[in-house]
């Protein structure tokens, strides 16, 4: 948030309220739902408002994971005019991907209702965004997969290639030099990686851009060993066909790198009005 705030502020700070606005003049403003969404992101929405001014109010009426229709107000805001102007970009630019994020997380999720397939993000999130957008995503409804690299084991072809093409000899090195409570997660993207994947001790496969027959196979092969996540080429209409083919996740970077921005507006005015009692954000 410092980081979205500063390269809009840069040193000068926002030069066309300095120069038009009055020291003195009070606002306040409403932040309005435009359509129908799952909201996340308040919070941040409520620190961006202090990071510019600790004296502006913000009162929350929404949770982060509650669906809201038309018209509906998330939260308020008031406080000195240019301070409200001056946070209103970055706090909308916040809050709006976050509840882009959320709304397609919970698509997800629907679209899969009454399956045990769990949907997962991945770390394919807008620059410094990473730990807003994973809310985001638990806020729809989905899971996060590892948030990092440095939280979960994931050997992918790259670090096979490293080892001479060796996936047996990259999960040994796994449990050998990796933290002794992570599990390892192995990229396969043929049936003779899934077989040696399964038999080196990998904790979870990774079908990489499998067809929905070779999915289908790696399913049969696995026969319930190790469990199984599907990544690549994974869209909101596929999914329903992913779940009834029996694997137990799928991992997709457009929960967070395609999500589009809800449409949600901060309404600001000026005004005299005293301030109304603030609340903190929620989720």
């Known amino acids: 948030m410092a980081l979205s705030l500063d390269e809009d502020l840069g040193a000068a700070g926002d030069v066309t309220s300095l120069a038009v606005v009055p020291a003195d003049a009070v606002g306040s403003g409403e932040l309005v739902a435009k359509e129908q969404m799952i909201v996340a992101g308040l919070d941040a929405f ?11 109010e913000v009162e929350v009426l929404k949770r ?8 509906m107000v998330a939260a308020r805001v008031h406080g000195k005019l240019r301070s409200l102007l001056a946070a209103e970009r970055t706090a909308l630019n916040l809050v709006q991907r976050a509840a882009g994020i959320a709304t397609l997380a919970q698509q997800a999720m629907t679209s899969v209702r009454g399956s045990k397939l769990r949907v997962l993000d991945t770390r394919k999130t807008p620059p410094g965004m990473r730990g807003l957008a994973k809310h985001a995503v638990r806020m729809g409804g989905a899971s996060n997969h590892r948030f990092g690299l440095f939280d979960g084991i994931l050997i992918k072809d790259n670090h ?29 993207t043929n049936f003779k990686q899934l077989e040696e994947a399964i038999a ?10 499998m067809d ?13 060993r190790v469990p199984i996540e599907v990544s690549g080429g994974v869209t909101l209409d596929r999914l329903p066909r992913l779940a009834k083919l029996g694997v137990d996740f799928v991992s997709m970077g457009s929960l967070t790198h395609s999500a589009r921005a809800m449409d949600l507006s901060l309404e600001i005015a000026t005004t005299k009005k005293p301030a109304r009692k603030a609340r903190s954000a929620q989720g």
Do not use: W
Request: charged share 30%.
């Open 200 to 209: 080196a001790g990998a904790d979870v496969i990774m079908l990489d851009n």
């Open 212 to 224: 929905d027959a070779q999915i289908r196979e790696a399913v049969k092969l696995t026969a319930s």
């Open 64 to 71: 982060d994971g509650e669906e809201i229709k038309p018209k």
């Open 46 to 56: 409520v620190r961006v408002f202090h990071m510019v001014d600790a004296e502006v």
């Open 160 to 188: 096979i290639a490293a080892v001479g093409g060796d996936i047996t000899e990259a999960v040994r090195r796994a449990k050998l030099n990796g933290p002794r409570l992570v599990k390892i997660e192995v990229e396969v």
